[in-house]
Nanobody, 124 residues
């Protein structure tokens, strides 16, 4: 059974930083690209960043470049999302997802497995 478990969310002040983790089990982790999405209250889930199975390729939503950094450690079956200079508008539930293709990684339907999400709240 495939599981993705996010952690690292919480309440942080504007200007701070967080590192989110996504721990995977039940799949050959290095065969899967992993993406991070987020969903703010009343809004659609949006793509933030993705990393290829080997970790050699990354892709970011244009609005996230410079503040978001995605990385992975395949030995630990874990993907990380470092978010810096946090803003109140970064408040959202952050989800990780695993997909078998590196194509169209910004699309939710390209992912096979999803985690339950971790809440990030940024206070002003």
């Amino acid at each position: 059974q495939v599981q993705l478990v996010e952690s690292g969310g919480g309440l942080v002040q504007a200007g701070g930083s967080l590192r989110l983790s996504c721990a995977a089990s039940g799949l050959t982790f290095s065969n899967y690209a992993v993406g991070w999405f987020r969903q703010a209250p009343g809004k659609e889930r949006e793509f933030a960043a993705a990393v290829s199975g080997s970790g050699g390729n990354t892709y970011y939503d244009d609005s996230k470049k410079g503040r978001f950094t995605i990385s992975r450690d395949n030995a630990k079956n874990t993907v990380y999302l470092q978010v810096s200079s946090l803003k109140p508008e970064d408040t959202a539930v952050y989800y990780c997802a695993a997909g078998s293709s590196w194509l169209q990684v910004t699309l939710r339907r390209k992912y096979d497995y999803w985690g339950q999400g971790t809440q990030v709240t940024v206070s002003s």
